[in-house]
């Protein structure tokens, strides 16, 4: 039996955007971060309105959650819904090399 994550069975996609959580608007993963955590214990329709990639309006989709985050230590706010950040991929690249002391190199 495969369960399947509750943003999948919503109908949220990949490269879909947050823009609200339960009415709340959103303008990063720290905010959604922020407002996942405020609402542990929640139990009915967790509304998200997303845009989908390509669009300009967005949907509203609704995850259906018992419990949410209750005895999760520590709490995983995306994962438990079944969302995963995007990241882009950056190159390992020095901003700066603060000079003026020798670095600290143990033998």
Not at 10 to 26: C, K, P, R, T
Not at 44 to 61: K, N, V
């Given at each position: 039996m495969r369960l399947t994550p509750p943003a999948a069975e919503?109908?949220?996609?990949?490269?879909?955007?947050?823009?609200?959580?339960?009415?709340?608007?959103?303008r990063s993963w720290e905010d959604v971060n922020l407002k996942l955590v405020s609402i542990?214990?929640?139990?009915?329709?967790?509304?998200?309105?997303?845009?989908?990639?390509?669009?300009?309006?967005?949907?509203?989709?609704?995850?259906?959650?018992?419990?949410y985050l209750v005895r999760q230590d520590p709490p995983q706010p995306l994962q438990t819904l079944g969302i995963t950040p995007w990241q882009p991929e950056f190159p390992a690249i020095l901003g700066q090399v603060v000079s003026g002391r020798p670095p600290n190199r143990q033998a």
């Open positions: 919503a109908g949220l996609s990949n490269g879909d955007e947050i823009v609200a959580i339960q009415g709340d608007e959103m542990i214990g929640f139990s009915g329709e967790l509304d998200i309105d997303a845009r989908p990639e390509g669009a300009s309006d967005p949907q509203r989709f609704g995850l259906s959650v018992t419990d």
